[in-house]
C-alpha cells in the first residue's frame, strides 16, 4: 500500500478556497466527465446504446455485463417542480439532488461528485468521485440509472482509487469514461500530486465496468515546456472519437504559470500517445508548441478570468461545449460553445447558461458531467453548500445552431486590430481599409492597415500627413479617399498607397465622407457642423450648414441623391435633399452616432453608445439589427450578439456582409486596439 501525505489541515472550507484556483493554480485536479471514445476501437452494434458523443459504426462486440448489486434501492426519486435554468436553455430536473452524500456508502459521505458518465447499452452509467478532503485521497465508486436521476449503486465499491496508480502521490478523479468494441472499459482520469508538482492525466482500462481497473505505466499526457500555455498543469481530459472514427481526440484543461487555464486540445491513434493541437500561425510563446482551441473572454465578459473544465459532447450536428469560468465570485458558472471543426468555438451569447441562481439555495457549482442522448442534453453539477449534492440539468433545445438558418448573425473577423476606431472602407477585391484616427483626446493616429476577408491584415499605409485618420471612402478609380481629423485635409491614397492632397480649404475636422456617381466628394465636417462639397475638378463649398448638424460624423446617400448624416453628439439622423433641404430624419438610441451606410433601400446605423446596429428605412422606419445594447464581442444571432462603442460600417462587394470596427475594451472609454465585426445578412441555407 502506497503511503500517503495527511492533509489533516484540510477541511471543507479549504473545496472553496482551492476550487477557486483549481484552474488557476495546478494543485487543484478536476473531476469532470463526459462522453468519452475508447482508444483502441470503435463500438459497431446498431442494436445497442452508446456513449452520446461517439459515433458509431454498425457491428460492435457486446461488453462483459456490469455486476451490480441487486437490492439497494434507487437514490431518489425526482419529486419536485422542475425550474429552468436563468436562460431557459437547462431545466433543473428536480429540486431535489440525484445524489446527496452518504449516497452509495460511506465512502462518498462528504465530498463528491458524478466524475464520469456514458449513456451505454441503454442506461447512464457513473463513476463517481468520493474525497474526504481535496485534496486527498480519492476513490471512485459505480453507479448505473436508467433516466439520470434514480441511482443504483454497485454493491462492491468502491472499483478504482489512488491507491491503485503508482504515480498519483495524492489524488486521482475521474473524468472520462468510454466502451471499446471488443468490451474493454476505459477511464481518462486526471492526477493531482503535491501542489509543488504539476498535474497530468491517466488513463486505466477494465473489462468491465466494476473492474479490475489497471492504470497504464504513465501518464498519457503531461504539461507543456517552459513558458508554454499549459506548463503549469493539464487536467479535466475528455476523449471523443474523431469524425471518421480512426482515433481520437482529447480535450482538456491546461494552466500557465500566470495561473491563466484555456482549454486544450490533443489528438490521438490509439488513445495512448497523443499530440497537442499546434496552429501553424502562432510559432511565439506562450504558443509556440501547441495552442489552446477555447481562449477566456476578453475584457468585462463574464468569462474574462479563465475558461476551464471543458465537457465537450458530439451531436448530430456539431460539437457542443460546457465549460467554466475560475471566477469564485460568479459562484464558478457555467458557459456554452459550439463548433463545427472542433478547433473553432463560438460562444453562446447568453453565457454564462448555468450559474448558482439556478439551483436550490444558490451552491457554488465545482465538478460537472455532460451527456448528450437520443437529443437531450443531461448536465450534472456538483454543488457546494455546506456539503457537496450532484443536481441534474436537462435541455432539448439544439445547442449546436447559433442561429437558425436563414438568421441574420455576428461573427468576429480580427479580434485585436493595432489601431483605434477611425473609418472603413471595402475595395473592389473585398478587402478592408481600416483608419486609425488614434487614441482620444489626442487622435493623432497615422496608419490604415488592410484586412483581407480571411481576417489576415498589413500595415498598408503610414505617414505624418494622415494626421487622426477617420473617415474613408473609394471613388470611381479605386484610390481611397482619407480624412485627417487633425490635419483638416482630405488626401487621396492610390492603389500602390502613394498620399497625396486631395482637398484642404474649407475641411475642418472631417470625419465621414461619400463619393456621388458623378464624382462629386461630400465632407461631414465635425468642426464645423458643415457638409461641404468637393466638385470633381477640386472645388469646394458648403453645402449645409443645418442647425441640425451636432458634430456630423457618418455620412451616405441613397439612389435618389439624397444625403444622410448621423450625428455624433446626439443620435439625430439628418436627411438632405439634393438642393439642399436639411429634415430631421429619425433619431437612433444612444445619442452618440457613428456611421451611416446605405444598401439596398436601407439605411445602417452603428448606434456608438448604444453599443447596437440599427436599420433605417427610407420612409423613417427604424428596427434593431443587432447587438444586445451590453458592451461585450459575442457572436451568435444578431439580436444576442454584443458590441462596444460600434464606429463605422460598411458592406462587401456583393452586399451580404456588413463590416463594422468597435472597440476591444467594454469600459466605453477607450477605443483602441479595435474589433472588426461582421454581420452576415444572408446566412447560406
Not at 71 to 76: D, G, L, S, Y
Not at 187 to 194: A, E, H, Q, V
Not at 486 to 497: F, S
Not at 641 to 649: E, G, M, Q, V, Y
Given at each position: 500500500?502506497k503511503?500517503?501525505?495527511?492533509w489533516?489541515?484540510?477541511?471543507?472550507?479549504?473545496?472553496?478556497?482551492?476550487a477557486c484556483?483549481?484552474?488557476?493554480?495546478?494543485?487543484?485536479?478536476?473531476?469532470d466527465?463526459d462522453?468519452?471514445v475508447?482508444?483502441?476501437?470503435?463500438p459497431?452494434?446498431?442494436?445497442?446504446?452508446?456513449?452520446?458523443?461517439?459515433?458509431?459504426?454498425?457491428?460492435?462486440?457486446?461488453?462483459?455485463?456490469?455486476?451490480?448489486?441487486p437490492?439497494?434501492?434507487?437514490?431518489?426519486p425526482?419529486?419536485?417542480?422542475p425550474?429552468?435554468?436563468?436562460?431557459?436553455?437547462?431545466?433543473?430536473?428536480?429540486?431535489?439532488p440525484?445524489?446527496?452524500?452518504?449516497?452509495?456508502?460511506?465512502?462518498?459521505?462528504?465530498?463528491?461528485?458524478?466524475?464520469?458518465?456514458?449513456?451505454?447499452?441503454?442506461?447512464?452509467?457513473?463513476?463517481?468521485n468520493g474525497?474526504?478532503?481535496?485534496?486527498?485521497?480519492?476513490?471512485?465508486?459505480?453507479?448505473?440509472?436508467?433516466?439520470?436521476?434514480?441511482?443504483t449503486?454497485?454493491?462492491?465499491?468502491?472499483v478504482?482509487q489512488?491507491?491503485?496508480?503508482?504515480?498519483?502521490?495524492v489524488?486521482?478523479?475521474?473524468?472520462s469514461?468510454?466502451?471499446?468494441?471488443?468490451?474493454?472499459?476505459v477511464?481518462?482520469?486526471?492526477?493531482?500530486?503535491?501542489p509543488?508538482?504539476?498535474?497530468?492525466?491517466?488513463?486505466?482500462t477494465?473489462?468491465?465496468?466494476?473492474?479490475?481497473?489497471?492504470?497504464?505505466a504513465?501518464?498519457?499526457?503531461?504539461?507543456?515546456?517552459?513558458?508554454?500555455?499549459d506548463?503549469?498543469?493539464?487536467?479535466?481530459?475528455?476523449?471523443?472519437?474523431?469524425?471518421?472514427?480512426?482515433?481520437?481526440?482529447?480535450?482538456?484543461?491546461?494552466?500557465?504559470?500566470?495561473?491563466?487555464?484555456?482549454?486544450?486540445?490533443a489528438?490521438?491513434?490509439?488513445?495512448?500517445s497523443?499530440?497537442?493541437?499546434?496552429?501553424?500561425?502562432?510559432?511565439?510563446?506562450?504558443?509556440?508548441?501547441?495552442?489552446p482551441?477555447?481562449?477566456?473572454?476578453?475584457?468585462?465578459?463574464?468569462?474574462?478570468?479563465?475558461a476551464?473544465?471543458?465537457?465537450?459532447?458530439?451531436?448530430?450536428?456539431?460539437?457542443?461545449?460546457?465549460?467554466?469560468?475560475?471566477?469564485?465570485?460568479?459562484?464558478?458558472?457555467?458557459?456554452?460553445?459550439?463548433?463545427?471543426?472542433?478547433?473553432h468555438?463560438?460562444?453562446?451569447?447568453?453565457?454564462?447558461?448555468?450559474?448558482?441562481a439556478?439551483?436550490?439555495?444558490?451552491?457554488?457549482?465545482?465538478?460537472?458531467?455532460?451527456?448528450?442522448?437520443?437529443?437531450?442534453?443531461?448536465?450534472?453539477?456538483?454543488?457546494?453548500?455546506?456539503q457537496?449534492?450532484?443536481?441534474?440539468?436537462?435541455?432539448?433545445?439544439?445547442?449546436?445552431?447559433t442561429?437558425?438558418?436563414?438568421?441574420?448573425?455576428?461573427?468576429?473577423l480580427?479580434?485585436?486590430?493595432?489601431?483605434?476606431?477611425?473609418?472603413?472602407?471595402v475595395?473592389?477585391?473585398?478587402n478592408?481599409?481600416?483608419?486609425?484616427?488614434?487614441?482620444?483626446?489626442?487622435?493623432?493616429g497615422?496608419?490604415?492597415?488592410?484586412?483581407?476577408?480571411?481576417?489576415?491584415f498589413?500595415?498598408?499605409?503610414?505617414?505624418?500627413?494622415?494626421?487622426?485618420?477617420?473617415?474613408?471612402?473609394?471613388?470611381?478609380?479605386?484610390?481611397l479617399l482619407?480624412?485627417?481629423l487633425?490635419?483638416?485635409?482630405?488626401?487621396?491614397?492610390?492603389?500602390?498607397?502613394t498620399?497625396?492632397?486631395?482637398?484642404?480649404?474649407?475641411v475642418?475636422?472631417?470625419?465621414?465622407?461619400?463619393?456621388?456617381?458623378?464624382?462629386?466628394?461630400?465632407?461631414?465636417?465635425?468642426?464645423s457642423?458643415?457638409?461641404?462639397?468637393?466638385?470633381?475638378?477640386g472645388?469646394?463649398d458648403?453645402f449645409s450648414?443645418?442647425?441640425?448638424?451636432s458634430?456630423?460624423?457618418g455620412?451616405t446617400?441613397?439612389?435618389?441623391?439624397?444625403i444622410?448624416?448621423?450625428?455624433?453628439?446626439?443620435g439625430r439622423?439628418?436627411?438632405?435633399?439634393?438642393?439642399?433641404?436639411?429634415t430631421?430624419?429619425?433619431?437612433?438610441?444612444?445619442?452618440?452616432?457613428?456611421?451611416?451606410?446605405?444598401l439596398?433601400?436601407?439605411?445602417?446605423?452603428?448606434?456608438?453608445?448604444?453599443?447596437?446596429?440599427?436599420?433605417?428605412?427610407?420612409?423613417g422606419?427604424?428596427?434593431?439589427?443587432?447587438?444586445?445594447?451590453e458592451a461585450?464581442?459575442?457572436d451568435?444571432?444578431?439580436?444576442q450578439?454584443?458590441?462596444?462603442?460600434?464606429?463605422?460600417?460598411v458592406a462587401?462587394?456583393?452586399?451580404?456582409y456588413?463590416?463594422?470596427n468597435?472597440?476591444?475594451?467594454?469600459?466605453?472609454?477607450?477605443?483602441?486596439?479595435?474589433?472588426?465585426?461582421?454581420?452576415?445578412?444572408?446566412?447560406?441555407p
Open positions: 500500500m503511503m500517503h501525505i495527511n489533516t489541515v484540510v477541511g471543507l472550507l479549504i473545496l472553496v478556497l482551492i484556483q483549481s484552474e488557476n493554480t495546478g494543485t487543484t485536479a478536476i473531476a466527465n462522453e468519452t475508447a482508444p483502441t476501437a470503435v459497431t452494434d446498431s442494436t445497442k446504446d452508446v456513449v452520446p458523443t461517439v459515433t458509431l459504426s454498425p457491428t460492435a462486440t457486446t461488453p462483459p455485463t456490469a455486476t451490480v448489486a437490492t439497494p434501492e434507487p437514490t431518489r425526482a419529486t419536485a417542480v425550474d429552468e435554468a436563468p436562460t431557459g436553455l437547462f431545466t433543473l430536473a428536480s429540486q431535489e440525484v445524489l446527496a452524500a452518504g449516497d452509495g456508502g460511506e465512502w462518498a459521505r462528504s465530498l463528491h461528485n458524478a466524475g464520469a458518465v456514458l449513456f451505454y447499452d441503454g442506461q447512464f452509467h457513473m463513476f463517481r474525497y474526504q478532503s481535496l485534496p486527498g485521497n480519492a476513490v471512485i465508486g459505480y453507479a448505473t440509472s436508467p433516466d439520470g436521476l434514480n441511482w449503486h454497485f454493491a462492491g465499491n468502491p478504482f489512488t491507491d491503485d496508480v503508482p504515480y498519483a502521490d489524488m486521482i478523479m475521474a473524468s469514461v468510454l466502451v471499446t468494441a471488443d468490451g474493454t472499459w477511464m481518462y482520469f486526471l492526477i493531482w500530486d503535491t509543488q508538482t504539476p498535474g497530468a492525466i491517466g488513463r486505466a477494465a473489462p468491465s465496468p466494476t473492474g479490475p481497473w489497471t492504470p497504464d504513465t501518464p498519457v499526457l503531461e504539461v507543456g515546456g517552459t513558458g508554454a500555455w506548463s503549469k498543469l493539464v487536467t479535466q481530459p475528455i476523449v471523443l472519437p474523431d469524425e471518421t472514427n480512426s482515433g481520437y481526440v482529447m480535450y482538456f484543461t491546461g494552466v500557465d504559470q500566470k495561473n491563466v487555464a484555456r482549454i486544450g486540445l489528438t490521438s491513434v490509439d488513445g495512448i497523443w499530440t497537442k493541437y499546434d496552429d501553424p500561425a502562432t510559432d511565439a510563446a506562450p504558443f509556440a508548441a501547441s495552442d482551441v477555447l481562449q477566456p473572454g476578453g475584457p468585462g465578459e463574464w468569462d474574462e478570468d479563465g476551464a473544465r471543458g465537457r465537450v459532447v458530439r451531436t448530430p450536428d456539431g460539437l457542443v461545449m460546457m465549460y467554466r469560468t475560475p471566477a469564485l465570485g460568479l459562484g464558478f458558472s457555467y458557459g456554452l460553445a459550439a463548433s463545427e471543426d472542433g478547433i468555438w463560438t460562444k453562446h451569447p447568453d453565457n454564462p447558461i448555468v450559474d448558482r439556478a439551483l436550490p439555495g444558490s451552491p457554488t457549482l465545482f465538478f460537472p458531467a455532460f451527456v448528450y442522448q437520443d437529443g437531450t442534453y443531461y448536465f450534472f453539477i456538483e454543488a457546494y453548500n455546506g457537496s449534492q450532484v443536481f441534474l440539468l436537462t435541455s432539448d433545445a439544439p445547442l449546436t445552431a442561429a437558425p438558418v436563414g438568421e441574420t448573425t455576428v461573427s468576429t480580427v479580434m485585436e486590430l493595432p489601431s483605434a476606431t477611425g473609418g472603413l472602407a475595395d473592389a477585391a473585398g478592408i481599409y481600416a483608419a486609425n484616427i488614434g487614441v482620444a483626446p489626442a487622435r493623432n497615422r496608419e490604415i492597415y488592410r484586412i483581407m476577408p480571411d481576417g489576415q498589413e500595415l498598408w499605409v503610414e505617414g505624418e500627413a494622415l494626421n487622426g485618420a477617420s473617415g474613408n471612402t473609394f471613388d470611381q478609380q479605386g484610390n482619407q480624412s485627417s487633425r490635419a483638416n485635409v482630405i488626401h487621396q491614397i492610390a492603389p500602390d498607397g498620399v497625396t492632397t486631395l482637398v484642404e480649404e474649407g475642418r475636422s472631417p470625419v465621414g465622407l461619400i463619393v456621388a456617381p458623378d464624382g462629386t466628394l461630400f465632407v461631414a465636417n465635425c468642426g457642423n458643415t457638409i461641404l462639397r468637393v466638385s470633381p475638378d472645388e469646394s458648403i450648414d443645418s442647425s441640425l448638424l458634430c456630423p460624423n455620412i446617400l441613397d439612389d435618389a441623391g439624397n444622410y448624416v448621423a450625428n455624433f453628439k446626439n439622423i439628418v436627411k438632405i435633399t439634393p438642393d439642399g433641404e436639411a430631421e430624419f429619425a433619431t437612433v438610441p444612444g445619442s452618440n452616432n457613428g456611421h451611416i451606410f446605405f439596398d433601400s436601407l439605411l445602417y446605423v452603428a448606434a456608438r453608445r448604444a453599443n447596437q446596429i440599427y436599420t433605417l428605412s427610407l420612409d422606419e427604424l428596427m434593431l439589427l443587432a447587438g444586445t445594447g461585450g464581442h459575442a451568435g444571432p444578431a439580436l450578439a454584443t458590441f462596444s462603442l460600434p464606429n463605422d460600417i462587401s462587394p456583393d452586399g451580404r456588413l463590416y463594422i468597435e472597440a476591444f475594451p467594454t469600459n466605453g472609454v477607450t477605443n483602441s486596439p479595435s474589433v472588426i465585426r461582421v454581420i452576415d445578412l444572408a446566412p447560406a
